[in-house]
Structures are given as C-alpha cells and as structure tokens.
C-alpha cells in the first residue's frame, strides 16, 4: 500500500468496570458502528443514479487525492448543451502518468469507516458517475446513428438499388462503414454490461456471506454476555448472604458474652444454649463464605473469558472489513475498466463515422436520394444492431429518442428476458400474502408508506364503485349523503397522510402529479362532487415505482422463493383436488358449481396434502399452511354438513364435522368448547395423537385443561402446543402439575406466537428446582415480544427471589400492557413485601391503560379546513 507497511491501528480499548471491587477489571476490544445508518434503503433506482455525484466527500477515502492513472476513473461530464458541439471530437480525457486505479491510499482504520461506506452505498459513487456519463453517451450515440442510417436500408448486401436504381459509391461506402461501426459499438455495449451484471451479482453475494459470518460470531458474544450475566446475579446473591450470615454470628456473640459477664456463669444451661447457637451460625457463616469464594472466581474465569473471547472476535471482524475492502476494490476496478473500454471505442467508432460522414457527397447525391425515398423499416439487421438488445427496461426509450417515428419501427424488436422477472403467476399486487410479505420488506427498506398509499387508493376505489352499484341497483340518481360524506373523509383522509407535503407518510410522487392532484381535489370539493379516479394517476406512478425498484429487489430475495414455490405448490394441489375424479368414485355436487372429491384414495384432503409433502424438511407443517391458504383463497367451497370431506371455517382452520374411522380408531370431537382433560393418563403416542386431533376437530374451542395429565413426552407436549397454536378461539390454557419446567421455551413461544390466548396456568411445575431456577423464556416472552395474556399463574413453585425481581422489572419495561394478574408464591425474605409492592403497581398501570376510554374525534368548525 501507499501508506507505510506497518500493521494496522485499532481502536483503543474500552476498560469495563466489574461489579465488585475484589475482582479486577478486564480490557476488552469493542468494534464501534458510529455513523452506520441501518435504516437506509438498500436499492439504486434510476432517479438515484444521477444523485449520486463523485464530487461529494466520501468519509473513508475521498480525502487523499487519487493518483493518476491510464484507467483512471475520471470522466468529464457532458450536458446535452455541449453533446452537439463536442460531436466532431468525441473523446474521454485521461490522465497522462501511469499507476492503479487509485485505491491503494485507503485509511488504516477499517471497521468505522468501511462500515459507514458500504452501508450507504459509497462503494459505487465512482460507478455511478461513469454509469450516468455512459447514459448520455449512449444517447448522443442513438442520435448520430439514426442520422447516419437516414436513408439506407439496413439489410446484409453489399449493393444498395430501389426500383433498379443503383445507389452512388460514396454513400454505399459510407453505409457500410457505419453499419459496421453500429455493429462493433453494440457488441462493446453488450460486454459492458454483462460486466455490471457480473461483478455486482458477485459483490452481493459476497456481502450476503460476510453478513451471516458476522450475525454468527456476534451471536457467540452475546452468549458468553449471557453467562456473564448469570455469574454477576450469582455472585451477588452470594455475597448478600455471607454478610447476611456474618451479621447473624455477630449478634450472638455479643448477646453471649453479655450474658456472661452478667451472671459469671460459664457454666448454665441458657449460656449452653447460646453457645451452641453461636457455633451453628459460624459453621454457616463459612459455609456461605466458601459459596461465595466459589462464585467469586467462577465470575473471575467467565470475565476472562470474555476478555479472550471479545478480542477473537474483534481480530475476526477486524478481517471480515478487510477482506470486504479487498473484494470491493477489485469489483470497482475491474468495473471501471470494463465501462472505460466501451467509453474508449465508442469514441474511436464516432471519430471513424464522423470521417465517414465527411467523405459524403451530399449535393452530387441529392437527386439519387430523392428518387429513392429509402427509409429504415425495421429489419432483421435492424433488431440485431439496436441497443434494445442489451438494454430490456431502457434501451427502447433510448433508441426513441435517437430515432425518431418515422425512421425506425422497433415494435418488432424483442428484448431477452430477464432473470429477475415475475416468471411464476403469482402477482404481488393481486396475492394478499405476498404483498403483506412485500410490506414487511418495505418496512426494513423504510418505504412502506407507498403500498399502503396503493391499498389505500384501492379501498377508496372500491367503496366509490359499491356506492354507485347500489345508488344504481335501487334506481337512485344520486349517491345517499352517508356515502357521500364517508367518501369525502376517505379522501382528506388519503391528502392528509400520503399526499400533502406536510404529510407524515408522503409518498414519492412527481411534483407535477401531485400539483394536479390537489389541484383537482380542489375543483371537485368545490363542486361538491366525488371522483373515484381522482388518485389513479398517482396510484399508477406508484406502482410503476415499485415495480422498477423495489419489486425487483423483493423478488431476488429468499423470502418470494420461498412463497413462489409454496404458491406453485398450491395451484398443482389445487388442480387436482378441482379436477373430474375418475370413473367409479363417488362425487357429489357443491355450490358455485366446482366438484370436490369426496375421498383421495381412502384419505381425507389434509391426510391427502400430508402424504404429497411426505419426507420433505417441515412436510407436516407446510401441508397445513397450504390447506389453509387453500380455505382463505376459496380455492376449496366450504362443503354441506351431510358431507364426510373436510369443511373449513372462516378462520382458516379445519375440522371434521363427521366422526371418521382410521386406523382402528374413532376421531370423534369434543362436545363441548370447554375441554378437562385433568388427571388423565396416555399410555402411549397413539392416545395423544388421538387427542390432538380431536382438539383440532372441535369448533370453536376455548379452554383446554390438562393438569395433572401423565404420559406426556416431550416431543409429545410440543406437538400439543404447535396443536393449539392452530385453534383461532383458545383463550385459557391449564397446565397445571405436568411437569414442564423444562418446556418453558415452547411456552414462551406459544404465548408469543398465539393471537388469542389470555389465561394460562403453571401452576406446581418445580419451576426453580434443580437444573431449572432460571424463569428467563417467560422474562424474554415479555421482553422482546409483546403477548396478550390477561392472566398467569405461577404460583407454588420454589422460584427463587432473584428470578421473580428480574421478571418484574421485564414486565414494567415491556411494551404489552395486557396483563391484569400475576399469581405467584413469594419466598420468605425480606424483599418480598417489596416485590409485592412493584407487581401490584405494574397491575395498577396495566389497569389504567386499559379502562382508559378512547376519545371520539372533535368535529372541525364551519371556519376551518375540512
């Protein structure tokens, strides 16, 4: 490098205070992220590209000065002022002294610096000013080439003749020279851009792999803080009874030698009885002591630990920015050099054209010309030599605006297709989970704000249409005031929120479009009129943005592969669940005149769907969330009661309203909403198989109770917890003397994941015996997610003080106020009266939350907007 060979510099160490005074602070190692937005959208649309400028200060390398080369970046900028006058000299300017690409001064320190570069696209400033000189090149190009080609007829001969005219020498010479000219430029124009397509697919992939090497060795950090943690509660809880204890022993023995300097009495039987308490207390007091020795060096080792684990892991973030830089650089050389050699032959083809040109006799050929009256038509050579070819998005436009109507028809020139197209059926725009998977994406890309403007304008739309077809339907000239006025607040609604340029949520829209917009909004609340396609025009800008930007990005992602592939996999089942059975099976006839089989092979649909995803990673789950999908998409009619087919509810979810036989027993539905199963016992996995289908068969199930319940296993009990995750209308869970302490991460899960559960039970469990003192799933349930229990019930469980202090402290900083009871068995201490104290007040604030009463929107007066 150009700096100096010296090793280099990191960040200086951070000095982390311990929390006790005997155990001496480590020094760790720390990466900081200062300055990185993470928040930044992570797309290049066409517009960005010419905001993107090298002229703005980089905060990694653009302070030095790059040295000079024969591939320097570097390109003059050309407006379409100076286009015309520079087309007789067409040329880039170069530096004249040799050297690299001018790399080689990047700073020593990496990780801030890089980190804040890439993470805002930094990385391809220099490309995107030679991109953008690039666009004008190609456009200045597409114009000298329609003046060049005006008049010839672009087909493979090499004599030129219209109505057995010949064509004069020079202009046949000069046609020929172009066209191959055209013919060379494309074929530059082409690597070029497979070039871009190339080195910017390998970059990504790159950053993709550095990204999960990195989450990994930072999930290695936060397990060691973890342990740590837990080492500091332990040895605070240590300490706290060793001086507990030493408190205690020097009590009795002054009470001790009190009373023996008072009765002189060495001998009696109360002095006996102290003694011997004094002798216990200090035997305590070095057992605790020993405790606490213990806890003090296993805290010593884990901040060791974590002092060696800390600086591994800053030496390989140190290297995964390094290799990132490296990998970077060569990106944008070999870019560069790949963009530069088009730059340079497209000139040399403009200066050979330009010659060409000149040696046209324009006036001796005049007369041929007008007798000819030869005109481009579009030919096969024509599609070949175009730079729609290379360009499938842009390039037609830039040839346009090169050619214009009447010279060249390009509606016959097809562009290849594009890896990244939508080639599955499934639209986006038209599929409800797909595009709540799209917003999702939005959301991380903060731009969420212009598909909801598109839902938004396409509820509006299809209230106005609702309004008219009824006004219509009862023979009504005009729409009813109620309607009227709803539409009128849907609309200040949408140019409050997303239009105006105050709004919270604007949308990215032209200015012009928006001037329209609230200028004809302000034409129609003038009149007094509604106009359901007052938002069309913006909706259409919108959703062209999206699909030119954004869309392509969602669409390379893992997350639409995943849902394209689950989206085939439904159409093909659907097909056939749709399709005519064959000859002999008995059918039956359903509404909107589909036909349904009534058995698939002896099997139910779902046992059917089961059996396709037989043997693939998750098969169970993935044929339940396509019978589900299929249910909610309508592709399967809800079936009569009389039916033995499976019927699904508006829910989503599916039940048996016939009792079937499989397998040698009855699957038969609970007949009440209310299931008590206490005190049962399950010999074997079959019984529990057959419970959890007849939970999943019960409609509207709300209260399972299995407490006291033997026979559960393991993979047992989560199976019923992914069962009940199923039921829509469960809201009290009883679990109650079953043993699950070591289950508390599956319940957490569930708590999280369950939309409708509000009371659960753990009550006698040995939660806090043993192996298991630690409550922290339910603590991180309440933490990190935000669960809508009402109620919960832990109480005669041994859980220890510290455990239940920290979950209180969770439940005062979560953001779910939902919960109105919290039972629990406090031990003897003297911080339960305080722990007691701080749950009734976290009850009392979740209390008020909830009983406080949403305010009715004040109307606006006569004298203020509407």
């Given at each position: 490098?150009a700096?100096?060979?010296?090793?280099?510099?990191?960040?200086?160490?951070?000095?982390i205070?311990?929390?006790?005074k005997?155990v001496?602070?480590?020094?760790?190692?720390?990466?900081?992220?200062?300055?990185?937005?993470?928040?930044?959208?992570?797309?290049?649309?066409?517009?960005?590209?010419?905001?993107?400028?090298?002229t703005?200060?980089?905060?990694?390398?653009?302070?030095?000065?790059l040295?000079?080369?024969?591939?320097?970046?570097?390109?003059?900028?050309?407006?379409?002022?100076?286009?015309?006058?520079?087309?007789?000299?067409?040329?880039?300017?170069?530096?004249?002294?040799?050297?690299?690409?001018?790399?080689?001064?990047?700073?020593?320190?990496?990780?801030?610096?890089?980190?804040?570069?890439?993470?805002?696209?930094?990385?391809?400033?220099?490309?995107?000013?030679?991109?953008?000189?690039?666009?004008?090149?190609?456009?200045?190009?597409?114009?000298?080439?329609?003046?060049a080609a005006?008049?010839?007829?672009?087909?493979?001969?090499?004599?030129?003749?219209?109505?057995?005219?010949?064509?004069?020498?020079?202009?046949?010479?000069?046609?020929?020279?172009?066209?191959?000219?055209?013919?060379?430029?494309?074929?530059?124009l082409?690597?070029?851009c497979?070039?871009?397509?190339k080195?910017?697919?390998?970059?990504?992939?790159?950053?993709?792999?550095?990204?999960?090497?990195?989450?990994?060795?930072?999930?290695?950090?936060?397990?060691?803080?973890?342990?740590?943690?837990?080492?500091?509660?332990n040895?605070?809880?240590?300490?706290?009874?060793f001086?507990?204890?030493?408190?205690?022993?020097?009590?009795?023995?002054?009470?001790?030698?009190?009373?023996?300097?008072?009765?002189?009495?060495?001998?009696?039987?109360?002095?006996?009885k102290?003694?011997?308490?004094?002798?216990?207390?200090?035997?305590?007091?070095?057992?605790?002591?020993n405790?606490?020795?213990?806890?003090?060096?296993?805290l010593?080792?884990?901040?060791?630990?974590?002092?060696?684990?800390t600086?591994?892991?800053?030496?390989?973030?140190?290297?995964i920015?390094?290799?990132?830089?490296?990998?970077?650089?060569?990106?944008?050389?070999?870019?560069?050099?790949s963009?530069?050699?088009?730059?340079?032959?497209?000139?040399?083809?403009?200066?050979?054209?330009?010659?060409?040109?000149?040696q046209i006799?324009?006036?001796?050929?005049?007369?041929?010309?007008?007798?000819?009256?030869v005109?481009?038509?579009?030919?096969?050579?024509?599609?070949?030599?175009?730079?729609?070819?290379?360009?499938?998005?842009?390039?037609?436009?830039?040839?346009?605006?090169?050619?214009?109507?009447?010279?060249?028809?390009?509606?016959h020139?097809?562009?290849?297709?594009?890896?990244?197209?939508?080639?599955?059926?499934?639209?986006?725009?038209?599929?409800?989970?797909?595009?709540?998977?799209?917003?999702?994406?939005l959301?991380?890309?903060?731009?969420?704000?212009?598909?909801?403007?598109?839902?938004?304008?396409?509820?509006?739309?299809?209230?106005?249409?609702?309004?008219?077809?009824?006004?219509?339907?009862?023979?009504?000239?005009?729409?009813?005031?109620d309607?009227?006025?709803k539409?009128?607040?849907?609309?200040?609604?949408?140019f409050?929120?997303?239009?105006?340029?105050?709004?919270?949520?604007?949308?990215?829209?032209?200015?012009?479009?928006?001037n329209?917009?609230?200028?004809?909004?302000?034409?129609?609340?003038?009149?007094?009129?509604?106009?359901?396609?007052?938002?069309?025009?913006a909706?259409?800008?919108?959703?062209?943005?999206?699909?030119?930007?954004?869309?392509?990005?969602?669409?390379?992602?893992?997350?639409?592969q995943?849902?394209?592939?689950?989206?085939?996999?439904?159409?093909?089942?659907?097909?056939?669940?749709?399709?005519?059975?064959?000859l002999?099976?008995?059918?039956?006839?359903?509404?909107?005149?589909?036909?349904?089989?009534?058995?698939?092979?002896?099997?139910?649909?779902?046992?059917?769907?089961?059996?396709?995803?037989?043997?693939?990673?998750?098969?169970?789950?993935?044929a339940?969330?396509?019978?589900?999908?299929?249910?909610?998409?309508?592709?399967?009619?809800?079936?009569?009661?009389k039916?033995?087919?499976?019927?699904?509810?508006?829910?989503?979810?599916?039940?048996?309203?016939?009792?079937s036989?499989?397998?040698?027993?009855?699957?038969?539905?609970?007949?009440?909403r209310?299931?008590?199963?206490?005190g049962?016992?399950?010999?074997?996995?079959?019984?529990?198989?057959?419970?959890?289908?007849?939970?999943?068969?019960?409609?509207?199930?709300?209260?399972?109770?299995?407490?006291?319940?033997?026979?559960?296993?393991?993979?047992?009990?989560?199976?019923l917890?992914?069962?009940?995750?199923?039921?829509?209308?469960?809201t009290?869970?009883?679990?109650?003397s079953?043993?699950?302490?070591?289950?508390?991460?599956?319940?957490?899960?569930?708590?999280?994941t369950?939309?409708s559960?509000?009371?659960?039970?753990?009550?006698s469990?040995?939660?806090?015996?043993?192996?298991?003192?630690?409550?922290?799933?339910?603590?991180?349930?309440?933490k990190?997610?935000?669960?809508?229990?009402?109620?919960?019930?832990?109480?005669?469980?041994?859980?220890p003080?510290?455990?239940?202090?920290?979950?209180?402290?969770g439940?005062?900083?979560?953001?779910?106020r939902?919960?109105?009871?919290?039972?629990?068995?406090?031990?003897?201490?003297?911080?339960?009266?305080?722990?007691?104290?701080?749950?009734?007040?976290?009850?009392?604030?979740n209390?008020?939350?909830t009983?406080?009463?949403?305010?009715?929107?004040?109307?606006?007066?006569?004298?203020?907007?509407g």
């Amino acid at each position: 490098m150009a700096t100096s060979a010296a090793a280099p510099r990191r960040p200086p160490p951070v000095r982390i205070g311990s929390p006790n005074k005997n155990v001496p602070s480590t020094s760790v190692y720390r990466l900081s992220r200062a300055g990185s937005r993470i928040d930044r959208s992570r797309g290049c649309s066409k517009s960005s590209i010419s905001e993107l400028s090298p002229t703005t200060s980089s905060p990694s390398w653009r302070r030095k000065s790059l040295p000079p080369g024969p591939m320097s970046p570097s390109v003059p900028r050309i407006n379409r002022s100076q286009s015309h006058a520079r087309l007789g000299t067409f040329s880039f300017r170069r530096e004249k002294n040799g050297g690299d690409m001018g790399y080689s001064n990047i700073p020593d320190v990496l990780p801030v610096a890089l980190d804040r570069a890439w993470e805002a696209k930094e990385e391809l400033k220099s490309v995107a000013s030679l991109v953008k000189e690039f666009m004008s090149a190609a456009e200045i190009f597409g114009k000298q080439m329609a003046k060049a080609a005006n008049g010839f007829e672009l087909r493979d001969s090499t004599t030129l003749s219209v109505n057995g005219q010949q064509v004069p020498t020079s202009l046949r010479n000069g046609y020929n020279q172009s066209r191959e000219s055209i013919r060379r430029t494309a074929t530059w124009l082409s690597g070029a851009c497979v070039g871009i397509k190339k080195y910017h697919a390998r970059f990504v992939n790159f950053r993709h792999e550095q990204s999960k090497e990195k989450r990994y060795v930072q999930s290695e950090s936060q397990q060691v803080e973890k342990r740590l943690q837990k080492a500091e509660d332990n040895h605070a809880l240590a300490k706290r009874n060793f001086e507990a204890a030493c408190k205690d022993a020097e009590k009795l023995v002054k009470k001790r030698n009190r009373l023996k300097s008072e009765s002189k009495e060495s001998n009696g039987k109360g002095w006996r009885k102290l003694q011997s308490q004094v002798e216990k207390s200090i035997k305590k007091t070095q057992e605790n002591a020993n405790i606490y020795k213990q806890k003090l060096l296993e805290l010593r080792g884990l901040q060791k630990e974590k002092h060696e684990t800390t600086t591994k892991l800053s030496n390989i973030l140190y290297g995964i920015e390094k290799k990132r830089i490296t990998e970077t650089k060569d990106m944008l050389s070999k870019l560069s050099r790949s963009l530069l050699a088009f730059f340079q032959t497209a000139a040399h083809e403009m200066t050979n054209l330009q010659d060409t040109l000149a040696q046209i006799d324009v006036n001796a050929d005049a007369k041929a010309l007008v007798d000819a009256q030869v005109s481009m038509r579009g030919s096969r050579d024509a599609g070949m030599s175009t730079l729609a070819q290379y360009f499938p998005y842009e390039g037609k436009m830039l040839v346009m605006e090169g050619f214009h109507g009447n010279y060249a028809d390009l509606t016959h020139c097809t562009a290849p297709k594009k890896k990244d197209d939508l080639v599955t059926s499934m639209d986006v725009f038209t599929n409800a989970s797909a595009r709540f998977e799209f917003n999702r994406f939005l959301e991380k890309e903060r731009s969420s704000e212009n598909l909801l403007f598109w839902e938004a304008h396409r509820t509006y739309v299809d209230m106005c249409v609702e309004a008219i077809s009824y006004s219509a339907r009862h023979n009504r000239t005009k729409t009813t005031p109620d309607d009227l006025s709803k539409m009128r607040r849907t609309e200040q609604k949408l140019f409050s929120v997303y239009i105006n340029t105050d709004a919270k949520q604007q949308v990215n829209i032209s200015d012009s479009c928006r001037n329209r917009l609230l200028k004809r909004w302000e034409i129609v609340k003038s009149q007094g009129l509604t106009d359901p396609l007052l938002f069309s025009e913006a909706a259409v800008e919108i959703e062209g943005m999206l699909k030119r930007d954004t869309l392509r990005r969602f669409v390379r992602s893992a997350l639409y592969q995943i849902l394209a592939s689950e989206r085939s996999s439904i159409t093909e089942i659907s097909r056939e669940i749709l399709q005519p059975p064959p000859l002999g099976l008995h059918v039956q006839e359903k509404k909107h005149g589909y036909r349904m089989r009534d058995t698939f092979q002896g099997r139910k649909i779902l046992e059917w769907v089961q059996g396709r995803f037989f043997g693939s990673l998750g098969g169970n789950e993935r044929a339940i969330k396509v019978c589900m999908t299929l249910a909610k998409d309508g592709r399967i009619v809800p079936v009569c009661e009389k039916s033995k087919a499976a019927e699904w509810s508006e829910d989503g979810y599916y039940r048996v309203v016939k009792e079937s036989i499989s397998r040698g027993y009855k699957r038969v539905p609970f007949p009440s909403r209310v299931v008590d199963m206490s005190g049962a016992h399950f010999r074997n996995g079959r019984e529990v198989k057959k419970f959890l289908w007849r939970l999943l068969m019960t409609p509207k199930l709300s209260s399972v109770d299995i407490s006291g319940c033997t026979g559960f296993t393991e993979t047992a009990f989560k199976a019923l917890l992914q069962t009940l995750g199923h039921v829509p209308t469960l809201t009290t869970l009883k679990l109650n003397s079953t043993n699950c302490h070591p289950l508390l991460p599956a319940i957490a899960d569930f708590i999280q994941t369950s939309k409708s559960i509000r009371n659960l039970e753990l009550k006698s469990n040995k939660m806090g015996e043993g192996d298991y003192q630690s409550i922290d799933p339910l603590l991180n349930a309440f933490k990190i997610g935000s669960p809508k229990l009402e109620s919960l019930d832990i109480s005669n469980n041994p859980i220890p003080i510290t455990q239940l202090q920290l979950f209180a402290q969770g439940l005062e900083d979560s953001k779910s106020r939902s919960l109105h009871r919290f039972i629990f068995t406090p031990p003897i201490s003297k911080l339960s009266s305080e722990l007691q104290e701080k749950i009734s007040k976290i009850i009392e604030r979740n209390n008020k939350v909830t009983s406080t009463p949403l305010r009715a929107p004040r109307r606006p007066s006569d004298g203020q907007g509407g």
